[in-house]
Nanobody, 114 residues
Framework: QVQLVESGGGLVQPGESLRLSCTAS????????MYWYRQAPGKQRELVAQ??????YYADSVQGRFTISRDNAKNTVYLQMNTLKPADTAVYYC?????????WGQGTQVTVSS
C-alpha cells in the first residue's frame, strides 16, 4: 500500500513563497500521475495541480504562480507556490491513484496572512 507524506506548510505573509513536498513509499512512482489538492474551511476539496510523466495541469486560480514538479529518483512531488494570497489558505493534500483507488496524504496547513 502506497503511503504519502507531505511537508513544507506554514504561515507566510501575502506575496511570499512556500514549497510543499510529498514523498511516496513503494516502487513504480514514476509510472503514476501525482496530484495536489487543497481544502479551505467550509469549502470543497479542489484540484490545484497535477503532473504526469511530462504533462502538467493547473487550476486557473494558481496558474502562473504555482509550479508542480517531481523527482522520480526521490519518489517526491513538489509544489512551488509563489506570490501567495490569503485565498490560498487551506490544507494541501497530495494524492495519487492505484487501480482506481484514491490515496491521500495527511495534509499540510498553508496559511497566508498579514
Amino acid at each position: 500500500q502506497v503511503q504519502l507524506v507531505e511537508s513544507g506548510g506554514g504561515l507566510v505573509q501575502p506575496g511570499e513563497s512556500l514549497r510543499l513536498s510529498c514523498t511516496a513509499s513503494g516502487s513504480d512512482f514514476s509510472m503514476y500521475a501525482m496530484y495536489w489538492y487543497r481544502q479551505a474551511p467550509g469549502k470543497q476539496r479542489e484540484l490545484v495541480a497535477q503532473i504526469g510523466s511530462s504533462i502538467t495541469y493547473y487550476a486557473d486560480s494558481v496558474q502562473g504562480r504555482f509550479t508542480i514538479s517531481r523527482d522520480n529518483a526521490k519518489n517526491t512531488v513538489y509544489l512551488q507556490m509563489n506570490t501567495l494570497k490569503p485565498a490560498d489558505t487551506a490544507v494541501y493534500y497530495c494524492n495519487t491513484r492505484r487501480t482506481g483507488i484514491d490515496i491521500w496524504g495527511q495534509g499540510t496547513q498553508v496559511t497566508v496572512s498579514s
